[in-house]
C-alpha cells in the first residue's frame, strides 16, 4: 500500500501520480490543469504543493489536511498491525479462544484495529487465551457478510463478539436476528448514552444489542449550481420535492448508510417518499467522490450529495460547497455491538474495550461518529437533530423483507 503521506515539497505531478484520487481535489479547489493529463504530466512536474498553494492564497495546512483525507478514504486499507487479520474476503474467524469479527468503518478501522491490538495481548497474557479476530473494512461489501451469516448455523459458529455499522446484519432474520429471540447475546454498554442523543430512546429496551456510535447522513451543497436567491435545502422532505429531480447524488455503493436512509425516509414518508428521492436521483457516488469533487460553474453533476458526516472533513476548504447538518435531522445508521452470553473469559474485558471512551473518542473525533459513550465530547453541529428509526420500527416490522422492498422501490423510480 502506498503511504498516504504528502509533503509540501512533492510535485503535483508526483503526488497525482501515487495518488490518483487527488487530481479530482485540486480540480475542485481552482488547479483545473491537474486535470488534464497532458498538463499535469509537463506542468505538474515544475510546481511543488507548496508553490502552487502560495500561488492561489491558499492555507498549506489546511489543503494538505484535505488532500490526506482524500488519500485515506479512497485507499485499500491493509492492516499493518494485526497478523491474524490475513484475509478480507472473510468476516469470522475460524480459529481462537475468543473470537471478534465484523466490519468497521474505513476512516477509523486502523486505529481501532491498533488500539484492540494492546487490548487482546493482555487478555491472551492474563487468561492464556488466544484471540481470533477478523476486524474487516466495511468497503468489503454486504455480499462478503451475507456469505458469512449464512454459513452460521448455530450458537457455536457465532463469534463471541460482533460489530457492524447498519441494520441487515443485525435485524434481517436470516442473520443475525434469528438468534435475538432465543436470548443470546448481552448488552453491556452504559445505562445512560451521551446527553447528545437524550430523547431519542437509542437503548435497546430488550437489552441485546449495544449501539456504541452512529453515523449520521448530511447533506453537501454544490452552491455554483443554485440560482441568484436559491436557497440551500435544509430538510429532508425539501429533498423529495420536483425541485431537486435529477439533482441528487447519493451513496449507494454504502450500503449501511443507503438501506438506512431508504428504510428512514419510508417510515417518515411511505412508499411515495422512496420513490421520490429515487427520481430525484442523478447518481450513485461514493461519498469520497461527492466531497472531493464539484461540478464547474454551470456545469453538470449532482445539485446536492447525501454523504456521511465524516466526509464534510473533505469538503470543508472548498468555498463552494456547504455542508447541510438537515434541521429534521441527520439520518443515523448505528454502530452496534454483539456480545454473546456464553463467551469464554476474557471476551467481557474485550466488549469493555470497545465500549470504552477511548474508542468512543477515535469514533467520534476521528471519524465524526458520534458516539455513545456517556462522557465523550461529540463533534457535531451546536444544534445536531437525529432521525432514528427507532427500536418500535424496527420490532413491528420486518427488515429483512423491508429492505429489499425499499430498494425495489427506489430502483423502479429512477428509471
Known sequence: MASSKIIPEMTLFDI???HPETID??????YEHVGDESKRSVQGKMISLSQAVKAKGKNLESFLALLESSVKANEDETDITLKTVEDESRVFPSDGDIRVAGLLPCPVRLPLLEAFNEVSQKVTADTGMSVGVRLAAASVGADVLEEGMQAIEDETDLPDIFLSAGFEAFFDKRNMA????REVFVDRSWEKLNPLFDGYDLKDPDGHYAMLSVVPAVFLVDKTQLEEGEAVPQTWKELLGPRFEGKVAMPVGDFDLFNGILLTIWKYYGDAGVEAIGRNLLEGM????A????????????????????????????PNAEIVWPTDGAVIS???MLLKKSSPEGAERIADFFASQEVGEILSHRGLFPSCHPDVENKVPESAPFMWLGWDFIRENDLGALIPKVNEIFIKAGK
Open 25 to 30: 481535489v485540486f480540480v475542485a479547489n481552482g
Open 334 to 336: 448505528p454502530i452496534f
Open 16 to 18: 497525482t501520480e501515487k
Open 286 to 289: 461514493h461519498p469520497s467522490q
Open 178 to 181: 434469528r438468534f435475538k429471540d
Open 291 to 318: 466531497a472531493g469533487r464539484f461540478a464547474p460553474k454551470g456545469g453538470q453533476g449532482p445539485l446536492v450529495s447525501v454523504i456521511p458526516y465524516f466526509f464534510s472533513k473533505m469538503a470543508q476548504f472548498n
